[in-house]
């Protein structure tokens, strides 16, 4: 049968369990997906996370199961601390907090950026990143009407300039096998066979949310070719707006078989509003 429960309801439940908080609905636009949202919040803070509900009803298959979910999920998440509202309209911060993130090709009207062609399928857009503490970050969307209210001009203030320099400073690379490690909580001391060690890399930003911009980072991306004596180029692997996965090219790998791998991952492991591209690239040096 069916699941027919319905956002409303759900909202109910969470006023009920938690009358000491600010809960509503919204809709929103994310990497092309029309999304119905819970945003929770308490009175103390003007910060809240948005919490998309579709994968929680299609998980749970009673309101009360899911009010409590999401309440864990409010509490991983909240913030502590206020955001100075008048910052998004403030020329430094912005120029600051500027960071380029990637999501699906789309015609949302943003500050996008140039990116290299190899990652067709795809677009750069700016957005302001705060780190909130240390594991939890929020992003505005940057738009024409906030850069006109701010003053800033995308040339004149070198923006997409600013934008790299921040990101390169957030990015990380790391082996599959130790990200699967740290992922599991195995201990540094535990080592067990994975054959792919040497080939696969994680690359995505510290907090590992909305991490896949790394990869326009092109002289980290150079530094690490260099690393491993790499002269031609490397597969990359769009497994989410979080993160992408490097293949190094051991010239037995196929692009079709790998963008196969990309399309199977979206359809079966990954939420449609986190999805990059539908093909694996190739990052040449050349």
Known sequence: MENIISI????????????????SVNETIKNKQKLQGITIKSPAT?????????????????????????LNTYEEHKCFDNFNVSDILNKDY??????????QASDEPLIKMPIPEAFHGAEAYLAIVSHTDDE?????????????????????????ERALANLKEQVVITSLYETIKQMTGMPDDCDMPFPFDEQLFVITNKSKTKGASAILCDDI???????????????????STSECIIVLDNHEMNIDTLSEMVQSVNQNEVAKED????????????
């Open 275 to 286: 999805w990059l591209a539908s093909e694996a690239w190739y990052y040449s040096l050349k």
């Open 8 to 23: 409303e309801s759900i909202v109910s439940a969470l006023r009920t369990k938690r009358p000491d908080l600010e809960i």
């Open 136 to 160: 939890n970050t929020f992003s505005i969307k940057l738009t024409p009407q906030i850069l006109a209210s701010a003053n800033v001009d995308i040339e004149s203030d070198h923006l997409f």
């Open 221 to 239: 991306l150079r530094g690490f070719a260099k690393e491993h004596n790499i002269e031609d180029g490397f597969f990359i692997l769009p497994s």
């Open 46 to 70: 003007n910060i809240a996370p948005n919490i998309y509900v579709e994968n929680y009803i299609k998980t749970f298959d009673s309101v009360d199961a899911i009010a409590n979910a999401i």
């Open 94 to 103: 912005i120029c600051d907090h500027v960071y380029p993130l990637l999501q």
